[in-house]
């Protein structure tokens, strides 16, 4: 039989298509119902997307919790070995083993078990995860990225400027200090772990797993809302709670309004580099 949603031939006892990961609900006529309903079809189901459910969520969020110390303490030791470079050193550490860890679970609670992954299907794994070409045009979809930083970078600057005009305290988002990069050439190093790196493995952590996890149980907009307050949390710092919780529902949205997480991707990495290019040359 046939899935619906992508054509493949899947085996008749199969709870999800090997191919584009979509739930299977039924056979009629020999080709296989999905689970979504039209409403919820476009632009991509992403609460079809996810074999994986809340349970599985759960676990995942709490491996990177009990993994976030001992990242700490092998990144501080990384930085005390770099002697004058060590903030930079212990970022760059950090950034590289936590995304190492993201995708170790998200491998072991996501994918390991999918069908895709039993018959080494690539591209089914990547497209569980939302690595799959956008739906919308390309320029449509660079539209909607540039959008969303935009509207990240503007409810983060707001946010920021009332919090110090409150004179807020702990609410107040924090510079970053120059010397989380390395000076010169070898910047280049910061900017891979903190621009191209994080952004990859944060958003197939937060959003691929996580809210096409949550889609199922709590539904498009309270997946959205459940990913981004751990996304908001997994950053430990009460000045940036608010602007990256709202960030995180523009990259959900992104993603959902997509089809695919390159665009949450590319969105999260310019907002990164903004950061980094302003702590070095401006701040």
């Given at each position: 039989m046939t899935c619906a949603n992508c054509g493949n031939t899947v085996d008749e006892s199969a709870a999800y298509c090997g191919r584009c990961g979509h739930e299977l609900l039924s056979a009629v006529?020999?080709?296989?119902?999905?689970?979504?309903?039209?409403?919820?079809?476009?632009?991509?189901?992403?609460n079809a997307l996810a074999?994986?459910?809340?349970?599985?969520?759960?676990?995942?969020?709490?491996?990177?919790?009990?993994?976030?110390?001992?990242?700490?303490?092998?990144?501080?030791?990384?930085?005390?070995?770099?002697?004058?470079?060590?903030?930079?050193?212990?970022?760059?550490a950090a950034s590289n083993l936590m995304g190492l860890v993201i995708l170790g679970v998200v491998w072991q609670f996501g994918l390991k078990?999918?069908?895709?992954?039993?018959?080494?299907?690539?591209?089914?794994?990547?497209?569980?995860?939302?690595?799959?070409?956008?739906?919308?045009?390309?320029?449509w979809s660079a539209v909607l990225t540039l959008g969303a930083l935009a509207a990240s970078?503007?409810?983060?600057?707001?946010?920021?400027?009332?919090?110090?005009w409150l004179d807020a305290g702990l609410l107040i988002?924090?510079?970053?200090?120059?010397?989380?990069?390395?000076?010169?050439?070898?910047s280049a190093f910061t900017f891979q772990a903190l621009a191209?790196?994080?952004?990859?493995?944060?958003e197939i952590f937060f959003r691929g797993f996580i809210f096409a996890g949550l889609a199922s149980r709590l539904g498009i907009r309270g997946?959205?809302?459940?990913?981004?307050?751990?996304?908001?949390?997994?950053?430990?710092?009460?000045?940036?709670?608010?602007?990256i919780f709202i960030t995180g529902l523009l990259l959900a949205w992104l993603y959902r309004r997509t089809g695919s997480l390159w665009p949450s991707i590319a969105a999260h990495a310019g907002q990164n580099s903004l950061a980094l290019l302003a702590a070095i040359f401006v701040i």
């Open positions: 006529g020999g080709t296989v119902i999905d689970s979504t309903s039209p409403e919820d079809s476009s632009p991509t189901p992403v074999p994986w459910r809340g349970g599985e969520v759960a676990l995942g969020i709490v491996i990177i919790a009990v993994a976030i110390t001992p990242v700490i303490l092998l990144s501080a030791a990384a930085g005390e070995l770099a002697g004058p470079y060590g903030v930079a050193a212990q970022v760059w078990h999918t069908n895709a992954m039993a018959r080494g299907d690539l591209w089914g794994n990547l497209r569980l995860l939302g690595l799959n070409p956008p739906t919308t045009s390309p320029l970078l503007a409810a983060t600057g707001i946010y920021s400027a009332l919090m110090r988002p924090p510079d970053i200090p120059a010397d989380f990069a390395f000076p010169g050439a070898a191209v790196w994080t952004p990859i493995t944060e997946a959205m809302a459940g990913s981004a307050v751990v996304f908001s949390l997994f950053h430990m710092d009460p000045g940036v709670l608010v602007p």
